[in-house]
């Protein structure tokens, strides 16, 4: 590889982790919190459950036990705040032209037999947005699901973009993430490729926008997706997070999220 197209390499790279920072919230050393002041994300209490939205009351600030996360410095946030909504507390995500999302991290369980159920709600459209293109890459509603697994294994290109993103972001990237989200122009259950790494897979969940100011609730089993989305086993899940993000599409949009649940069902 000539210099050249070395330094062009790790430019793209760069870019990629400042991209993926969003991805990290999970395992990382360094995030900010929404005063924009840095925490040690390892100090962070590894939590058995997901705290739900609907035991709280409306408020301004982060809902109990999850923590604000950054996609990269000269991103806008996201702004998120608990409200009442037809009789119950739901986490509301108003974005003009930002990117930013809330993460908890989880004590590691086996995704074997293990479903995450939620519901969400996209209030307005997003006609230009369009998940197949890197550049045009946003959504309303996303939910991610980051999986542990034995980094030893990827390919140097991959070992590459986790340090630099490690680098750049002071985040350690999951070895695996799955993304549900909620794609304007992509049928329901495409699994779309992440730009920058293979390491990242989104799953449409509700497509289109004829379901607008509707409810829609999910139930999804996790292994299955995983296998679905990397043609293996997964490894244990160690987080959950949650992204509204309008800045590639420089448009803005609110959405709502309902309580978000991992339940273990007994597959016979």
């Known amino acids: 590889m000539s210099i050249r197209s070395f330094s062009r390499a790790l430019l793209l790279l760069t870019a990629a982790s400042i991209f993926l ?10 995030v900010e919190n929404e005063a924009g002041q840095a925490f040690n994300a390892d100090q962070l209490p590894a939590q058995e459950d997901l705290p739900k939205f609907s035991a709280e ?21 996201t702004v998120y705040r608990l409200e009442k909504y037809q009789g119950r507390t739901v986490l509301a995500a108003n974005s003009k032209t930002s990117a930013s999302g809330l993460a908890v991290k989880l004590r590691p ?103 607008l100011g509707e409810w829609r609730k999910h139930e999804r089993d996790l292994a299955a997706d995983y296998k679905l989305a ?24 609110r959405a709502l999220y309902g309580d978000i649940e991992l339940l273990r069902k007994n597959v016979k």
Request: aromatic fraction near 10%; hydrophobic fraction near 40%; charge should be neutral.
């Open 21 to 30: 920072a969003g991805c990290a919230g999970f395992t990382g050393n360094s």
């Open 57 to 77: 009351k409306a408020r301004d600030g982060m809902p109990e036990g999850w923590h604000f996360y950054r996609i990269a410095p000269f991103k806008k946030n």
């Open 109 to 211: 369980r086996s995704a074997q037999n293990l479903w995450l159920q939620w519901e969400w709600k996209a209030v307005g459209a997003m006609p230009q947005a369009d998940n197949a293109d890197s550049y045009l890459d946003d959504a309303p509603l996303r939910l991610l699901v980051a999986f542990d697994g034995n980094k030893s294994k990827l390919s140097l290109k991959e070992k590459l973009t986790f340090e630099m993103a490690n680098l750049i972001s002071g985040q350690e990237m999951p070895y695996a993430t799955v993304m549900y989200i909620w794609s304007g122009k992509n049928a329901s259950n495409t699994v779309l490729n992440n730009a920058h790494t293979s390491r990242v897979k989104m799953i449409v969940v509700d497509s289109g926008w004829d379901n």
């Open 230 to 253: 990397y043609g293996e086993a997964p490894g244990n899940v160690i987080g959950i997070a949650l992204l509204t993000d309008t800045d590639n599409t420089k448009s803005e949009v």
